[in-house]
């Protein structure tokens, strides 16, 4: 069975700013959060939610924030982080 690999997303950086933007202060944490499914809006937003590694990278970039905080911006920061490292590794 073939299975054709995903297309190649442009190389240009993308602007995390739209889901940032979307967070907001909540009294019950210490932290911004985001009002909504952050994996899917980060998924999406980084045309992953079809990608065969875009769950993989998610749960990295949670693990990674687990470390400290685990707080949803940071959340944002590691997964940004690790889309850059697919990219490079699609050239």
Not at 44 to 60: R, S, T, V
Not at 65 to 85: G, K, M, N, Q
């Amino acid at each position: 069975m073939h299975t054709s690999l995903p297309r190649k997303r442009p190389k240009q950086g993308i602007n995390w700013q739209p889901i940032l933007d979307q967070m907001t202060d909540d009294p019950h944490h210490h932290a911004p959060t985001y009002p909504g499914d952050l994996k899917a809006a980060l998924l999406n937003h980084a045309d992953l939610a079809q990608h065969p590694k875009g769950e993989a990278i998610y749960q990295m970039a949670r693990e990674i924030a687990r470390l400290t905080t685990c707080c949803d911006p940071e959340i944002a920061y590691w997964f940004s982080r690790l889309v850059e490292l697919l990219d490079d590794g699609e050239g």
